[in-house]
């Protein structure tokens, strides 16, 4: 597995673009397949994290914009799996519906 030392890479899609769009600016820079994998750290206001290929392995910094954070937690691309950081709400379990009713 190699890594991209290209400092953090911004990929280049907006709010609106359609899902190909999306897919290709998180294509992989080593080989340009598609369907990579992107994990995003959600603190603060400048989202970043790291891509990594499927295909031939390389990994590599990413940096994005707020409102590209936006598009991928609302509508994420087809081929890339997006992993947000950002803790999840706890599952409701029957337990806390009996409290609720207690
Ligand atoms: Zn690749």
Known sequence: MA???C???VPCFT???ADVMVDAAFACPVCL???TR???EVAGNH?????ACRTCGATWALALEPRQLLRLS???PCKTLVLLGEPQPA?????DLDEDRA
Do not use: N, Q, T
């Open 91 to 95: 599952p409701l379990v029957a337990g």
């Open 74 to 76: 609302l509508d994420p």
């Open 15 to 17: 709010l609106d673009d």
């Open 3 to 5: 890594h991209v030392p």
């Open 38 to 40: 992107v994990e995003i």
């Open 33 to 35: 397949r598609a369907g």
């Open 7 to 9: 400092g953090p890479y």
């Open 47 to 51: 989202p970043a994290g790291s891509g």
